[in-house]
């Protein structure tokens, strides 16, 4: 059994709505350390993880672990019913999760749970050569620009610049960013790096500009790409993992 209220319901809703677009479903733990929900897209080449502390919620009451299954496409339904400056409360009990709206007036939704999947998922840790932290809405913008020409979307950074490229049969679209540019704010190469990324996947992960101002991006040459989009201190992150597309040589 738990209760916790989020003072800003939205931020639980736009991580659902983000989420969403790549799983169909998500075990949430609610610990004493916060909340944690790990999983694989279908494809099993995308990899979600939610964290969200204690610090980041007006009240936080967990007894013991609790791990919830939920249908995260039926939580989005009722998530939609929440206003912007409506509380969040969420209490779980027999099996049935609570979500109660508090703003102008008083709504309160119930859903029934998933049996849980047994899951030994845990976050590699990856090696990067590149890390690039930039506005979250510039890399949101650069890859809507790139879903015009193509399916696919090739990131680079180098010591001066992190670029966006890509290609299709009606022309190309290149967007650098660079050391000079407001939206850059720190860029750390040890090696030039790039790798090719399937641009649906990487536009879905891209809506997480909405909990977000800035997102972390760790780059390797043809490796898989790391996204962390960090709440604040003491506040959690939102972070996702992608294989790239290995072009044939």
Not at 49 to 56: A, M, R, Y
Not at 164 to 190: C, P
Request: proline fraction near 4%.
């Amino acid at each position: 059994m738990f209760r916790v209220v989020l003072q800003d319901g939205k931020l639980w809703k736009n991580c659902i709505e983000t989420i969403s677009s790549l799983i169909t479903e998500g075990v949430f733990t609610f610990g004493s350390n916060g909340v944690r929900m790990m999983a694989m897209d279908p494809s099993q080449i995308a990899m979600v993880d939610l964290e969200l502390l204690p610090g980041v919620f007006e009240e936080y009451d967990v007894k013991e672990e609790a791990p919830i299954c939920v249908d995260l496409e039926e939580m989005k339904k009722r998530l939609a019913s929440l206003r912007p400056n409506d509380k969040l409360e969420l209490s779980y009990s027999d099996n049935r999760l609570t979500l109660r709206m508090v703003g102008t007036s008083k709504t309160s939704f119930t859903m029934n749970t998933l049996e849980p999947r047994k899951s030994s998922l845990t976050n590699p840790a990856l090696q990067c050569s590149a890390t690039v932290r930039l506005l979250a809405d510039t890399l949101k913008d650069s890859l809507s620009k790139a879903k015009i020409v193509a399916d696919n979307v090739t990131l680079e950074a180098d010591q001066e610049s992190f670029q966006i490229s890509a290609t299709g049969s009606t022309g190309d679209v290149h967007i650098r960013i660079g050391r000079e540019d407001e939206a850059l704010i720190d860029i750390d190469v040890k090696e030039n790096a790039k790798a090719i990324f399937p641009l649906n996947y990487l536009s879905d992960m891209a809506k997480a500009s909405s909990i977000s101002k800035t997102v972390t991006i760790h780059l390797k040459n043809d490796h898989p790409l790391e996204l962390d989009f960090t709440l604040g201190e003491e506040r959690g992150k939102l972070s996702f993992l992608l294989a790239p597309r290995l072009e044939s040589r």
